[in-house]
């Protein structure tokens, strides 16, 4: 699974916020593109949302645009996905993982080289 571990998953109500954590190791992260995808019961492994190398460049899955917001901190090797309005429909395991380039556009399911080993969201309503 690499060097990516996620953290900070649980269980939440709908309406409710939950802030995400990747903690990546190697000297390389600022380098390259990182994107959070998730997969819930049930259903494929889908992207929700990329990040530049920089933190300069983001996009969205459509299902999440204004809710969840991507970010990273380089100099503490970190990627976090900050979720708020949250729904069933999002519970999943939310992955991060590591792109090939450092353009949000590498960011896609079959692309990336590294992958956390996930965190559980649960959304209760």
């Known amino acids: 699974q690499g060097q990516l571990v996620e ?4 269980l939440v109500q709908a309406g409710g916020s939950l802030r995400l954590s990747c ?11 990182m994107g959070w995808f998730r997969q819930a019961p049930g259903k494929d492994r889908e992207f929700v949302a990329a990040i ?3 933190g300069g460049g983001t996009r969205y899955a459509d299902y999440v645009k204004g809710r969840f917001t991507i970010s990273r901190d380089n100099a503490k090797n ?4 900050q ?3 949250l729904k069933p429909d ?4 939310y992955y991060c993982a590591q792109a090939s380039g450092d353009s949000t556009l590498d960011v896609r399911l079959g692309a990336m080289d ?3 080993k996930g965190t559980l969201v649960t959304v209760s309503s």
């Open 52 to 54: 530049s190398w920089g």
């Open 78 to 81: 970190a990627l976090y996905l």
């Open 83 to 85: 979720m708020n309005s």
């Open 7 to 10: 953290s900070g998953g649980g």
């Open 114 to 116: 590294y992958w956390g």
């Open 90 to 93: 999002d519970t999943a395991v």
């Open 23 to 33: 903690a990546a190791s190697g000297r390389s992260f600022s380098s390259y593109a």
